[in-house]
């Protein structure tokens, strides 16, 4: 590259300094002002056009300059041309500016460009030398590539546009003696090789260790290939050999997605008494996958927010916990990498957080010391409400338990939702607030979280999902009564579809009800938790009409005000994962186990409020003292009772302080309550006057641990929150049910 001599510039027919230039304001307009990626030079005052023009020439590596009329007049100038079409805005945007540039060549000697026809000026004549033919070329401003041939002709050939490769009329050549000159900023581009196929291989979500769901489903195994050359998915074990043909499905220009549904396997023993392991294989045009160690057993997501992240390592007993691992070889698991997308993904982002891995104190483990103040992002694996739910059911069940964790802590429920669930709620799919103001970083946008971290995972054939998340929407309690059960629907419908049936289409779903926490009240979320058949209304708990084969795990009274991870993050979690999988037996697997008590009815009865409990299996009802907190003030909450009820001076209707939002102010412990005979009855009595509506447990902060005044015995699980309201006027015998 050199800057040509004075006599060879071209001339735009400006005044004689500025023959030597060429205007570029054919690229743009005032204020609008483009420039190569050269290096400044210089930059300083001007009074004039031509005395910018006078310093360009002055200087060395100036090849290229913007004038323009800003504070006098102020002069850029560049190392580099000029051009448009490689260009970022320049300068001052609201002034007068004209741009100029010196005509550069370039020459070289080993181009094979294609001119064609279109395009080809023809020949310069003769010239006997290179630079004759250079020479030549500044005459012309229609003309970017040149070739001289020294051959007998000696012809200087032109074109204006060129491109690589291809078999049009005309050349320039890599001959030897041959030079080709190219215009400045003219050369085109390298053409990008044509794309490689993809290798065959399995989605994120599959690997050695893993378990796929077992009999009477199907599970799917599915992956990526750059052929739809059919080919078979091997699987053996246990005496059993199955080929199984694939689909396949366009996935982008180099690769399609391929699909095997495995035949019904069910989860058996060896002779050792140990799950029998499968080995998958297959072959493609040369290429080959295998993944080991495969079981079949039941396959749960978990999923939600921080308290769902909270590592095991972390609960109470943690440490015992982690080296308990190594004791559990058919528990298997997986985390997803925490990652966002502004629309559904068909695969995971990776890498993932964790592969599948057989349970051991190291893969239930960061193994690393976590401070109390590290932030919930960089809490991985494992979690310990899901590893401690997936453990019970696999110690009750006897069978292998595959866990797929995916959550991010801070997240709202809106994150989760996909475009469908949110219309559920909102009518238009685009409902982006949340009511939390200090999410994770890269959320609090809806959709995201169930684009990049739910649906790659919806080919699976899962057994049902577990969910722990409601904090960051504890500011809107009545919205989240519709958006958990929409969330739930849209899953299951989703799953059922991307599973090619074979996941229910109603599968379980567990959903963990928010502990204790200083500061916040959740009281009310935790009624709509259950979900709401209208505004303002909801059952109180599961499974019910709108959120039907779910169950829940209640942990109000796991309360852990000094939590190092603050009292949020409560380190009760092996209750937690106890009482899911109780629940989680008794709807998902139709086991008759005591999962706890459910409030079914009240009656008024001469005065007093009998309340009755549902409580099948368990043992009876039992009244205790109650404890309260001493970290933060609970008013007239005063440990007599875990009831208290609404007595205003006005009865019909019921006022606003009454309902399920109505300020603690207005409510009143009962002063006696006894369990009557049958164990599942509690008569509240002493009242005072008429009273409108009757609620239990229903504080931020009900208690300390285990310690809410109402339990089953000697199971020692306690009825979920409940409110209900009095018919105005009741007289004996008027009964009012939950139940909606």
Same mark, same amino acid.
């Given at each position: 590259?050199?800057?040509?001599?004075?006599?060879?510039?071209? %001339?735009?027919?400006?005044?004689?300094?500025?023959?030597?230039?060429?205007?570029?304001?054919?690229?743009?307009?005032?204020?609008?002002?483009?420039?190569?990626?050269?290096?400044?030079?210089?930059?300083?005052?001007?009074?004039?056009?031509?005395?910018?023009?006078?310093?360009?020439?002055?200087?060395?590596?100036?090849?290229?300059?913007?004038?323009?009329?800003?504070?006098?007049?102020?002069?850029?100038?560049?190392?580099?041309?000029?051009?448009?079409?490689?260009?970022?805005?320049?300068?001052?945007?609201?002034?007068?500016?004209?741009?100029?540039?010196?005509?550069?060549?370039?020459?070289?000697?080993?181009?094979?460009?294609?001119?064609?026809?279109?395009?080809?000026?023809?020949?310069?004549?003769?010239?006997?030398?290179?630079?004759?033919?250079?020479?030549?070329?500044?005459?012309?401003?229609?003309?970017?590539?040149?070739?001289?041939?020294?051959?007998?002709?000696?012809?200087?050939?032109?074109?204006?546009?060129?491109?690589?490769?291809?078999?049009?009329?005309?050349?320039?050549?890599?001959?030897?003696?041959?030079?080709?000159?190219?215009?400045?900023?003219?050369? @085109?581009?390298?053409?990008?090789?044509?794309?490689? @196929?993809?290798?065959?291989?399995?989605?994120?979500?599959?690997?050695?260790?893993?378990?796929?769901?077992?009999?009477?489903?199907?599970?799917?195994?599915?992956?990526?290939?750059?052929?739809?050359?059919?080919?078979?998915?091997?699987?053996?074990?246990?005496?059993?050999?199955?080929?199984?043909?694939?689909?396949?499905?366009?996935?982008?220009?180099?690769?399609?997605?391929?699909?095997?549904?495995?035949?019904?396997?069910?989860?058996?023993?060896?002779?050792?008494?140990?799950?029998?392991?499968?080995?998958?294989?297959?072959?493609?045009?040369?290429?080959?996958?295998?993944?080991?160690?495969?079981?079949?057993?039941d396959v749960w997501i978990c999923s939600g927010q921080s308290n769902m992240a909270f590592l095991l390592e972390m609960a109470f007993n943690g440490s015992d916990l982690v080296q308990d691992a190594n004791n559990h070889p058919e528990l298997r698991f997986?985390?997803?990498?925490?990652?966002?997308?502004?629309?559904?993904?068909?695969?995971?982002?990776?890498?993932?957080?964790?592969?599948?891995?057989?349970?051991?104190?190291?893969?239930?483990?960061?193994?690393?010391?976590?401070?109390?103040?590290?932030?919930?992002?960089?809490?991985?694996?494992?979690?310990?409400?899901?590893?401690?739910?997936?453990?019970?059911?696999?110690?009750?069940?006897?069978? !292998?338990?595959?866990?797929?964790?995916?959550?991010?802590?801070?997240?709202?429920?809106?994150?989760?939702?996909?475009?469908?669930?949110?219309?559920?709620?909102?009518?238009?799919?685009?409902?982006?607030?949340?009511?939390?103001?200090?999410?994770?970083?890269?959320?609090?946008?809806?959709?995201?979280?169930?684009?990049?971290?739910?649906? !790659?995972?919806?080919?699976?054939?899962?057994?049902?999902?577990?969910?722990?998340?409601?904090?960051?929407?504890?500011?809107?309690?009545?919205?989240?009564?519709?958006?958990? @059960?929409?969330?739930?629907?849209?899953?299951?419908?989703?799953?059922?579809?991307?599973?090619?049936?074979?996941?229910?289409?109603?599968?379980?779903?567990?959903?963990?009800?928010?502990?204790?926490?200083?500061?916040?009240?959740?009281?009310?979320?935790?009624?709509?938790?259950?979900?709401?058949?209208?505004?303002?209304?909801?059952?109180?708990?599961?499974?019910?009409?709108?959120?039907?084969?779910?169950?829940?795990?209640?942990?109000?009274?796991?309360?852990?005000?000094?939590?190092?991870?603050? %009292?949020?993050?409560?380190?009760?979690?092996?209750?937690?994962?106890?009482?899911?999988?109780?629940?989680?037996?008794?709807?998902?697997?139709?086991?008759?186990?005591?999962?706890?008590?459910?409030?079914?009815?009240?009656?008024?009865?001469?005065?007093?409020?009998?309340?009755?409990?549902?409580?099948?299996?368990?043992?009876?009802?039992?009244?205790?003292?109650?404890?309260?907190?001493?970290?933060?003030?609970?008013?007239?909450?005063?440990?007599?009772? !875990?009831?208290?009820?609404?007595?205003?001076?006005?009865?019909?209707?019921?006022?606003?302080?009454?309902?399920?939002?109505?300020?603690?102010?207005?409510?009143?412990?009962?002063?006696?309550?006894?369990?009557?005979?049958?164990?599942?009855?509690?008569?509240?009595?002493?009242?005072?006057? !008429?009273?409108?509506?009757?609620?239990?447990?229903?504080?931020?902060?009900?208690?300390?641990?285990?310690?809410?005044?109402?339990?089953?015995?000697?199971?020692?699980?306690?009825?979920?929150?409940?409110?209900?309201?009095?018919?105005?006027?009741?007289?004996?015998?008027?009964?009012?049910?939950?139940?909606?």
């Amino acid at each position: 590259m050199w800057k040509l001599a004075a006599s060879t510039w071209l %001339s735009c027919g400006w005044a004689a300094s500025r023959e030597n230039w060429q205007t570029l304001d054919f690229y743009g307009h005032h204020g609008q002002v483009a420039e190569d990626q050269g290096k400044s030079v210089g930059r300083g005052n001007a009074s004039s056009l031509d005395a910018c023009l006078e310093s360009c020439e002055q200087t060395e590596e100036c090849n290229s300059l913007a004038f323009c009329t800003l504070a006098g007049g102020s002069c850029w100038l560049k190392d580099k041309l000029f051009h448009g079409n490689e260009a970022t805005t320049w300068n001052n945007m609201n002034h007068d500016c004209t741009t100029y540039f010196s005509v550069q060549w370039s020459t070289r000697a080993d181009l094979a460009l294609t001119c064609s026809g279109s395009e080809y000026k023809g020949d310069l004549g003769r010239q006997d030398t290179a630079d004759g033919c250079q020479q030549a070329l500044s005459a012309r401003n229609d003309i970017n590539f040149a070739v001289w041939h020294d051959d007998s002709d000696k012809v200087c050939y032109a074109c204006a546009i060129a491109t690589r490769g291809g078999t049009d009329s005309w050349h320039f050549d890599k001959q030897a003696g041959a030079v080709s000159f190219v215009r400045d900023g003219f050369l @085109p581009p390298v053409p990008a090789p044509p794309p490689t @196929p993809g290798p065959l291989s399995l989605a994120l979500s599959y690997g050695d260790h893993m378990v796929l769901q077992q009999a009477p489903q199907r599970a799917n195994v599915w992956g990526f290939t750059g052929h739809d050359e059919p080919f078979n998915l091997t699987i053996e074990g246990g005496g059993q050999r199955h080929d199984v043909s694939v689909v396949f499905e366009r996935y982008n220009a180099t690769t399609f997605t391929w699909l095997a549904l495995l035949p019904p396997i069910a989860a058996e023993k060896g002779e050792d008494g140990k799950a029998v392991p499968y080995t998958l294989s297959a072959q493609q045009m040369g290429q080959e996958l295998q993944i080991l160690d495969v079981l079949f057993g039941d396959v749960w997501i978990c999923s939600g927010q921080s308290n769902m992240a909270f590592l095991l390592e972390m609960a109470f007993n943690g440490s015992d916990l982690v080296q308990d691992a190594n004791n559990h070889p058919e528990l298997r698991f997986m985390t997803t990498r925490k990652t966002t997308a502004d629309v559904p993904l068909r695969e995971l982002i990776g890498p993932v957080r964790e592969p599948w891995s057989v349970s051991s104190n190291l893969s239930v483990s960061q193994n690393s010391k976590l401070s109390a103040t590290s932030g919930d992002d960089n809490w991985l694996y494992m979690s310990a409400v899901c590893y401690l739910y997936g453990l019970n059911i696999h110690k009750a069940r006897g069978i !292998p338990v595959g866990l797929i964790n995916t959550n991010w802590g801070g997240t709202a429920i809106q994150d989760w939702m996909s475009t469908d669930a949110l219309a559920a709620c909102t009518g238009d799919g685009n409902d982006a607030e949340v009511s939390t103001p200090a999410l994770a970083t890269g959320v609090g946008h809806a959709t995201h979280l169930f684009n990049a971290m739910v649906s !790659p995972l919806m080919n699976h054939t899962i057994s049902g999902a577990v969910w722990y998340q409601g904090e960051s929407n504890s500011g809107s309690p009545v919205a989240y009564g519709c958006q958990q @059960p929409a969330l739930v629907a849209d899953w299951r419908t989703k799953w059922h579809a991307a599973s090619g049936s074979q996941t229910a289409a109603d599968f379980p779903f567990g959903v963990v009800q928010l502990a204790p926490v200083l500061g916040y009240d959740y009281s009310a979320i935790r009624w709509f938790q259950t979900g709401s058949p209208s505004e303002g209304v909801a059952f109180g708990h599961l499974p019910n009409p709108v959120m039907p084969n779910t169950f829940m795990a209640v942990a109000y009274d796991l309360g852990d005000a000094e939590s190092p991870y603050g %009292s949020v993050h409560i380190r009760y979690k092996t209750e937690v994962g106890e009482r899911l999988a109780l629940a989680g037996r008794r709807v998902a697997y139709g086991e008759d186990v005591c999962s706890g008590p459910v409030f079914n009815r009240l009656r008024v009865v001469d005065g007093s409020i009998d309340v009755e409990f549902n409580a099948t299996s368990c043992g009876g009802l039992v009244l205790s003292a109650m404890n309260l907190t001493k970290a933060e003030d609970q008013g007239n909450w005063t440990g007599e009772s !875990p009831f208290e009820v609404c007595m205003p001076a006005v009865m019909d209707p019921i006022p606003a302080s009454c309902g399920v939002l109505g300020k603690n102010d207005d409510w009143y412990p009962v002063p006696a309550a006894t369990v009557r005979a049958d164990g599942r009855t509690v008569t509240l009595s002493g009242l005072p006057g !008429p009273v409108a509506a009757v609620r239990f447990a229903w504080r931020s902060y009900p208690c300390e641990h285990l310690a809410c005044g109402l339990y089953t015995e000697p199971e020692h699980l306690p009825p979920p929150p409940f409110w209900a309201e009095v018919p105005p006027r009741a007289s004996s015998g008027v009964e009012v049910s939950l139940s909606v």
